[in-house]
């Protein structure tokens, strides 16, 4: 029920992530993942290095180190304020919360294996798990899985 609800929330705020990449070099590039306030800091995290993990077997490569990383937030909202009548002329009034829209943003240089400097690099492959292939075909992410 909880999943259930966090989904139409997304999709009233018009959508949970989005990730982009730019290409640095041919064996680097930076990645920025967005996500909508309700994944927080830790669900950024999570789409921008599945997305690192995914670009990099989209390149040909295998292997990845997160050269640099850089965490945000945008202000995406408030919460409505509602304002409750206690009755004789009083009312009780909350919300207006500030919402954030957390984003990460990583360079990562890509290896194949058996490159020497891919020591500690991580495995694309291992990083999306058993259905990685499904994950690098598809464009849409999110951060509830």
Request: charged share 15%.
């Amino acid at each position: 029920m909880r999943n259930l609800r966090i989904v139409a929330l997304c999709a009233a705020l018009g959508g949970c992530a989005g990730a982009s990449t730019i290409p640095l070099a041919q064996d680097t590039v930076q990645i920025t993942a967005r996500a909508a306030p309700i994944c927080g800091a830790a669900g950024a995290e999570k789409i921008a290095v599945r997305e690192a993990a995914a670009e990099t077997i989209r390149r040909g490569y295998d292997r990845f180190i997160v050269m640099n990383a850089q965490a945000g937030a945008s202000y995406a909202g408030s919460t409505p304020v509602v304002v409750q009548n206690l009755g004789g002329g009083m009312a009780m009034a909350s919300g207006g919360t500030p919402m954030f829209a957390p984003n990460q943003g990583l360079v990562i240089k890509m290896f194949k294996d058996g490159d020497p400097a891919a020591a500690n690099a991580l495995p694309a492959r291992e990083t999306l798990g058993p259905d990685w292939q499904e994950q690098v075909k598809k464009n849409t992410i999110n951060c509830l899985g």
